[in-house]
Structure formats: structure tokens, C-alpha cells
Nanobody
Framework: VQLVESGGGLVQPGGSLTLSCAASGFTFSEYGMYWYRQAPGKARNVVTSINSRGDSTYYADSVKGRFTISRDNDKNTVYLQVNSLKFEDTAVYYC?????????WGQGTQVTVSS
């Protein structure tokens, strides 16, 4: 299983980014996908998730209405559109998959919100 995130960067408050996670090594269309984030000195927490078909999602309260998760099963890719970014959204964002009994992680992509 390999998960490769991209799309992070430095953005001003109120700005937007689109994060991508390219997946390989498993049957992508059969598994739910997750985005987590970890701020400096804090635990890694789930931000959002999407089921295998893409028709059911979950969002943490802190990002509801600002973040949107989606997936393209033909491209084996999951996306995270992040809008109206706040200082507190600064973190490393990780893509994750739970395949069987194992959770897999990408290398992470840094999102920094700064003026």
C-alpha cells in the first residue's frame, strides 16, 4: 500500500488549497479513505473521511462547512478541498487507509496558514 499526498503549501487566512492523495497497492474502490492532521506538539486527529463509493462523508466539527472530501475511483485518488483557512488549520495533513487490520499512512503534506 502506498499513499502519496500533495498540494500543501503556505496560504493566507481565508485562502484555499486542494490536497490530493494518490493511492496504490490495494483495490482503492473498495475502501474508505481518511484525512488526518497533526499540528506541532499535538496528537494526530481525523479531519474527514469518505466511504468507498464516495456517497457518505464525515467531518470533524472544526472543519464542517469549510473542507470537502471527494474521491475519484478511476484515478485512485482522494482529494481534500480546504477553504476559508484559519491559523489553527496549520498542520501536516495525512492521507490514510484502513486495509484489513492495518492502517496505512502517507508521508504527509504541510499546510501553513500565515499572514
Amino acid at each position: 500500500v502506498q499513499l502519496v499526498e500533495s498540494g500543501g503549501g503556505l496560504v493566507q487566512p481565508g485562502g484555499s488549497l486542494t490536497l490530493s492523495c494518490a493511492a496504490s497497492g490495494f483495490t482503492f474502490s473498495e475502501y474508505g479513505m481518511y484525512w488526518y492532521r497533526q499540528a506541532p506538539g499535538k496528537a494526530r486527529n481525523v479531519v474527514t473521511s469518505i466511504n468507498s463509493r464516495g456517497d457518505s462523508t464525515y467531518y470533524a466539527d472544526s472543519v464542517k462547512g469549510r473542507f470537502t472530501i471527494s474521491r475519484d475511483n478511476d484515478k485512485n485518488t482522494v482529494y481534500l478541498q480546504v477553504n476559508s483557512l484559519k491559523f489553527e488549520d496549520t498542520a501536516v495533513y495525512y492521507c490514510s487507509a484502513l486495509v484489513g487490520r492495518s492502517r496505512y499512512w502517507g508521508q504527509g503534506t504541510q499546510v501553513t496558514v500565515s499572514s
